[in-house]
């Protein structure tokens, strides 16, 4: 299983863009990278997921090199309701989910 | 119209009993899964569970048992509970296809005492 990397918090403040990236150096050729936010109390939610170059929406952006060795996860203008844990995740589709392991994530503090 | 829902929300209880929380999701999903996410915040998948197959992950007690009814339900089933079982366990769903993208429920505090 491919493990990741995160800084295990960050501080920021609104209306600043925030990058958390996320390494990933054994990556495997099946592997995507999925991106979850947790707010307190509440279930992960599924932000973006990509399998290399850029992907957008209308949440964040994901940048991911040519290598796929890293991924960098975009917050463009964070507010504070952005304040939450952020997962990075790395794993194929086989095995139902089970190759999709979250780590301790980073925390990411958004300040007025 | 929740998405994934879990009931009960909050559970405390002595050490031995036998408890259960119940999952519903009205996604249409194929695939549920349940995680514990522990006191240091760590989410550690448990089950992964479609109408074909159940997936187990290794570390998991057999004091844990998921029940599926039906395709839109999957309850956890906990025996002999340990103090250690304390946690917010999680409830999630998606395609078979998608296992990458789940929709999570708002989670189940358990405490044992």
């Known amino acids: 299983l491919a493990k990741t990397t995160q800084p295990i918090s960050m501080d920021s403040y609104e209306g600043q863009e925030v990058n958390i990236t996320c390494s990933h150096n054994?990556?495997?050729?099946?592997?995507?990278i999925t991106w979850y936010q947790q707010f307190p109390s509440q279930g992960p939610r599924f932000i973006i997921q990509g399998y290399k170059t850029k992907v957008t929406n209308e949440v964040a952006s994901l940048f991911i090199p040519a290598d796929r060795k890293s991924s960098t996860l975009s917050l463009p203008r964070v507010s504070l309701s952005d304040t939450a844990v952020y997962y990075c995740?790395?794993?194929?589709?086989?095995?139902?989910?089970?190759?999709?392991?979250f780590g301790p994530g980073t925390r990411l503090s958004v300040l007025p | 119209d929740t998405a994934v829902s879990q009931t009960p929300k909050y559970l405390v209880t002595q050490m031995g009993n036998d408890k259960s929380i119940k999952c519903e999701q009205n996604?249409?999903?194929?695939?549920m899964y349940w995680y514990k996410q522990d006191s240091k915040k760590f989410l550690k998948i448990m089950f992964s569970y479609n109408n074909k197959e159940l997936i187990i992950n290794e570390t998991v007690p057999n004091r844990f048992s998921p029940k599926s009814p039906d395709k839109a339900h999957l309850n956890l089933h906990i025996n002999s509970l340990e103090l250690g079982d304390s946690a917010v366990y999680f409830c999630?769903?998606?395609?078979?296809?998608?296992?990458?993208?789940?929709?999570f429920g708002p989670g189940t505090r358990l405490l044992v005492l």
């Open positions: 999630a769903s998606s395609h078979a296809s998608s296992v990458e993208t789940q929709y």
């Open positions: 995740l790395v794993g194929d589709k086989d095995n139902y989910g089970q190759n999709f392991v």
């Open positions: 054994n990556i495997a050729t099946n592997d995507y």
């Open positions: 996604l249409g999903h194929d695939t």
